[in-house]
């Protein structure tokens, strides 16, 4: 998967602190949450959980792409 941007994200990093694989890093230049290392999730949906704005949808699948849309 190509890194991607989060839509809605207001960068406020929650989702990369809750990540206990480090799946997720916030872009230094745009300050947004993307996925880095997909391959790494273990769908525990810590992240969507901690997302105040509900940024996150994960999907119920292993199948790739584990999170399938942000926003
Ligand atoms: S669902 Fe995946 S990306 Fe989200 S916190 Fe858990 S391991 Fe990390
Ligand atoms: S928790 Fe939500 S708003 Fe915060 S950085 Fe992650 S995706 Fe963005």
Sequence with gaps: MSISKIRGCIGCGECVQ??????????KSDVKA????????QMCHLCRMS???DAIT??????????????
């Design 18 to 27: 809750a990540c206990p694989t480090d799946v997720i890093r916030l872009n």
């Design 58 to 71: 994960i999907s119920p699948e292993k199948s790739i792409p584990v999170i399938i849309s942000w926003g």
């Design 51 to 53: 997302c105040p704005v």
């Design 34 to 41: 993307y996925i880095a290392y997909p391959d790494d999730c």
